[in-house]
């Protein structure tokens, strides 16, 4: 079953921790991404990678960190630095020109 | 900065009908043009892509695309209730080397379907 897998579904974070978003993709596809889309909102880039061991700052980086040690995964961490990460969180992997998305996560702050 | 706009809508368009979304994009070197679905909490889905100046058909979609007005469109005929969703526009930019390949999204224009 190929696809994009995100977890978890729902996240809770407590004020000053970091929190951490999973993405894995069995596509093998290349490129990854993370966006933030928050209500009524367009999607709005994070981190992009496009290959393993590097990556570059989207639009709205601050605050956030990602890691890609390996072509199936590209977690996103959501530091105490971001003071407004309540949204939904999307992964999207690209083969070719055409990108998919995984199921996303919606954070919410306790 | 690159730009893609669409119409917020909300568009409403009978049971039936035809519903026509349009886009438009501010980078003349543009590329690849996308079309997504989005219903409401859930992630998008990619409907069509085109790459060519003309129409591309694809059951009840067509996509347009005229680069030289720099406007993709896409057509629904036959619009069902299901069909209600947020369609998103993107458009492809590539970096001068050939990589750092990135969607630029439009806001989306809301598309409600009414029996």
């Known amino acids: 079953d190929g696809g994009i897998t995100q977890s978890p579904k729902y996240l809770f974070r407590k004020e000053g921790q970091n929190v951490t978003l999973s993405c894995e993709q069995n596509?093998?596809?290349?490129?990854m991404y993370w966006y933030r889309q928050d209500p009524g909102q367009g999607l709005r880039l994070i981190y992009y990678?496009?290959?393993?061991?590097?990556?570059q700052k989207g639009d709205i980086a601050e605050g956030y960190s990602v890691s890609r040690e390996k072509k199936e995964s590209f977690p996103l961490t959501v530091t105490s630095a971001q003071k407004n990460p309540t949204a939904f969180y999307l992964c999207?992997?690209?083969?070719?020109?055409?990108?998919?998305f995984g199921p996303g996560t919606r954070l919410l702050v306790l | 900065q690159k730009e893609v706009e669409q119409n917020s809508g909300p568009l409403s368009v009978p049971e039936g009908a035809i519903a026509s979304l349009n886009c438009t994009y501010s980078?003349?070197?543009?590329?690849?043009f996308f079309w997504y679905r989005q219903y409401s909490g859930k992630s998008p889905e990619l409907i069509m892509f085109?790459?060519s100046n003309g129409d591309k058909e694809d059951g009840r979609f067509t996509a347009q695309l005229n680069k030289a007005s720099q406007y993709v469109s896409l057509l629904i005929r036959d619009s069902q209730p299901s069909d209600s969703a947020t369609y998103l526009c993107?458009?492809?930019?590539?970096?001068?080397?050939?990589?750092?390949?990135?969607?630029?999204w439009g806001l989306g224009t809301s598309l409600a379907v009414n029996p």
């Open positions: 085109i790459y």
């Open positions: 980078d003349r070197g543009s590329q690849s």
């Open positions: 999207a992997s690209t083969g070719r020109e055409t990108q998919y």
């Open positions: 596509l093998n596809h290349d490129a």
């Open positions: 993107a458009v492809m930019l590539v970096g001068m080397a050939g990589n750092n390949r990135k969607l630029i």
């Open positions: 990678s496009q290959i393993v061991n590097d990556f």
